[in-house]
Nanobody, 125 residues
């Protein structure tokens, strides 16, 4: 059983916002680097954003810089992805994942054995 559950997706118009959540069922949540990924129809899954253990360092793929913000609440075992100014090309299933030994830089190219169910984000033009 994977330890993370994503939520918060939906259907929005271009320019609107969504805030995704990923709740982790691990007591040692603060040990983990957290990342968001997405997979659009017919495309490979891609890295979106990562955040370090205490939340003071982040990294984004270029296409979302200035529009998306990753954050975490360690008291709630939850990582968020605030998505503003959404575009049709942001349409994808969004997933989170975690690792105790990666960095926010190496998470972008890491592979993971398991994934949650993800949450669908659809942006209409």
């Amino acid at each position: 059983q994977v330890p993370m559950v994503e939520s918060g997706g939906g259907l929005v118009q271009a320019g609107e916002s969504l805030n995704l959540s990923c709740t982790v069922s691990r007591r040692t949540f603060t040990n983990y680097i957290m990342g968001w990924f997405r997979q659009a129809p017919g495309k490979e899954r891609e890295f979106v954003a990562a955040i370090n253990r205490n939340g003071d360092s982040t990294r984004y793929t270029d296409s979302v810089k200035g529009r998306f913000t990753i954050s975490r609440d360690n008291a709630k075992n939850t990582v968020y992805l605030q998505m503003n100014s959404l575009k049709p090309e942001d349409t994808a299933v969004y997933y989170c994942n975690l690792d105790p030994s990666l960095t926010i830089f190496t998470m972008a190219t890491a592979t993971f054995d398991s994934w949650g169910q993800g949450t669908q984000v659809t942006v209409a033009s």
